[in-house]
C-alpha cells in the first residue's frame, strides 16, 4: 500500500569514482522511492547515472553519499558480506547477455543459486523445475543454452533470478539481445511476475516500447533524477 514506507529509498546519494582532479562524479544527490510491487523502468542517455543507481540498488557497490535503505536498513552502513546476505536473500539479477553456463542444462543453470546457498539437491531440483515451469520451460529443462532461442535463454535467465523468492527483480536492458517479438515476449513474462507474484521489479532500457509495460518510469539526466512518471496506459502505481 502507498502509506507503506517504500521497499527501498535513496536520499542524497552520490557517487565519485576516482580521485583529485580525474575524480567523476556519477551521482550528484539522488532522491528516489520505490515501493514493494511496483515496475519501475530506469532511462537516461549514456553517461547519466542510471547504471551506477542500479549497482547501488544491487548492493554491486556503494554510494560514496547520502542514504540507501532497503526495508528499512541502512544499505551504505553494511560490511561487504552483509551486503552480500541481502543480495543473496532479496534479489535477483536479470543481464542483457544472458550469462547462463554454456555447456550446462536449462535446469542446473536455474539451480546455481540455490547450490551456493545449500539447498539439498533434490529440493534444488524441485524449486528450479517449478521456476521453469514459471517461464514456460519445463520441457526444455535438459537443454543446453547453445540449444535455446535467445528467448528461450532469457527465460531461462528470468527462472534463475527468481528461483529465491527475491523481493526485487533487477533487469538491466532484459530484451537488449532480443528481436522485437522475443522482447514482447519476455516483457509479458516480467510484467505477470509482478503483477501475480508480487515481485518488484527495476528495470534499465534505452526502448521507449519496453518502458511502457512498466507502471512507474524514472529519468535520470546528468546524474540526477530527472522525474518520475506515472504510465497512466498501464494504470496507477500498484504500491
Known amino acids: 500500500m502507498a502509506s507503506e514506507p517504500p521497499i527501498i529509498q535513496l536520499r542524497g546519494v552520490t557517487k565519485v569514482f576516482g580521485e583529485g582532479p580525474t575524480a567523476f562524479q556519477a551521482l550528484k544527490g539522488v532522491d528516489l522511492d520505490i515501493h514493494a510491487g511496483d515496475f519501475v523502468a530506469v532511462m537516461g542517455p549514456s553517461g547519466s547515472g542510471k547504471s551506477t543507481t542500479m549497482n547501488i540498488l544491487g548492493c554491486l557497490d556503494v554510494p560514496t553519499g547520502g542514504e540507501f535503505l532497503f526495508k528499512g536498513v541502512h544499505v551504505e552502513r553494511l560490511e561487504r558480506d552483509q551486503r552480500a546476505l541481502l543480495r543473496r536473500k532479496y534479489l535477483g539479477f536479470v543481464f542483457q547477455g544472458f550469462n547462463l553456463l554454456a555447456r550446462t542444462s536449462a535446469l542446473e543453470n536455474v539451480e546455481l543459486p540455490l547450490l551456493y546457498r545449500g539447498d539439498p539437491r533434490a529440493e534444488r531440483r524441485e524449486t528450479a523445475m517449478a521456476a521453469l515451469d ?72 534505452h526502448e521507449p516500447d519496453m518502458a511502457a509495460f512498466a507502471h512507474t518510469i524514472v529519468h535520470f539526466r546528468d546524474g540526477l533524477v530527472e522525474r518520475v512518471d506515472t504510465n497512466h496506459a498501464r494504470g496507477e502505481v500498484v504500491a
Do not use: Y
Not at 163 to 180: C, I, S
Open 134 to 205: 514459471k517461464v514456460g520451460l519445463k520441457e526444455w529443462w535438459d537443454h543446453t543454452p547453445g540449444e535455446l532461442s535467445g528467448g528461450q535463454q532469457q527465460r531461462v535467465a528470468i527462472a534463475r533470478a527468481i528461483v529465491t523468492n527475491p523481493d526485487v527483480l533487477l533487469a538491466d536492458e532484459p530484451t537488449g539481445n532480443l528481436d522485437t517479438a522475443r522482447s514482447i515476449e519476455i516483457m509479458e513474462l516480467l510484467s505477470g511476475l509482478n503483477k501475480e507474484s508480487g515481485i518488484t521489479v527495476l528495470m534499465v532500457t
